[in-house]
């Protein structure tokens, strides 16, 4: 069975590999310079984490699902999930460098503010951001500015310059999943086709009635993704977010229905998946310029 290892500090995460700490709320990770070995273990991360990987020595997984791998990897963790690590043999010695910081260090800053845009950091464990020759410069250089400002004596500067630092190595991170988007271009276009037929089924089925309007949750799980991974990808697809799609959809079958049978507006709605009809009414008056009635009334 695995050890379970909640991982408050940053502290904790060097001393499982025997690493020193330099500063009590972030840390450079360097696996070439472990002494201790980590295997069979399960990490509950308190903490931010982000890691390159150069070559597969061990196995991640979050949940039952193994990280995509190839050479030169980017795995990212938050705080609140659970991790299982497999080391490939008897390793010690990893070519794996990153950053682990508590989110302390980062409250009252810019970075503090916007780390949830950061959404890589929940993307799925088959969503790893994997790096060219020259994006991987990029990070370790990154991560060569923070290690530098580490080394320096703690000052008032200290902590604005290392969180300044981290918002950029996080910027890089997501302009190469954006390019990553692009490069899988084919992969999510048949994502995007899946998803305009789930859209199809559901509304064509007895769900809505039954559970509702669908979440972005219910399509993601569906192709294999996460959430914030499908939610990026779609966007940048097709310039509108999955919730906009959903609201299109539940629009053009208003107008159907509304032009159609001899329904009311509240059957309209209660059939679409609207728990109150003043919702429907609310969507479709912000998406159409007016009620389901004045539509009706304008088009009969």
Request: hydrophobic share 35%.
């Amino acid at each position: 069975m695995e050890k379970v290892i909640n991982l408050d500090n940053v502290d904790q995460y060097n001393h499982l590999y025997g690493l020193e700490t330099l500063h009590p709320l972030v840390s450079v990770v360097d696996l070439t310079k472990a002494t201790r070995a980590v295997n069979q273990i399960q990490m509950h991360y308190g903490v931010y984490a982000l890691f390159l990987k150069l070559a597969k020595t061990c196995d991640i997984k979050y949940g039952r699902q193994s990280y995509d791998y190839q050479e030169g990897t980017i795995v990212c963790f938050a705080p609140g999930q659970t991790i299982s690590v497999s080391t490939v043999g008897d390793q010690i010695s990893q070519p794996v460098y990153g950053l682990v910081f508590h989110p302390d260090l980062i409250h009252g800053t810019a970075l503090g503010k916007t780390i949830k845009n950061y959404t890589f950091f929940s993307y799925a464990v088959h969503e790893a951001l994997h790096l060219s020759d020259q994006e991987k410069e990029t990070v370790m250089d990154c991560l060569k500015k923070i290690s530098i400002e580490l080394e320096h004596p703690i000052d008032k500067h200290s902590k604005s310059l290392i969180a300044m630092n981290i918002e950029l190595l996080l910027n890089y991170c997501m302009r190469f999943y954006e390019r990553q988007f692009i490069t899988r271009s084919n992969a999510n276009k048949d994502a995007l086709t899946k998803f305009e037929q789930l859209l199809d089924e559901y509304f064509q089925s007895g769900l809505p009635m039954q559970e509702g309007l669908p979440s972005v949750k219910y399509f993601a799980d569906r192709i294999y993704l996460s959430p914030n991974y499908f939610g990026d990808m779609i966007k940048k697809e097709t310039g509108k977010t999955p919730q906009e799609h959903i609201q299109t959809k539940v629009i053009e079958l208003a107008k159907e229905h509304i032009l159609g049978a001899e329904e009311t507006i509240s059957e309209i709605a209660y059939r679409l998946g609207f728990q109150y009809p003043q919702h429907l009414n609310r969507l479709f008056k912000k998406r159409v310029g007016c009620t389901p009635n004045e539509y009706r009334l304008q088009n009969s």
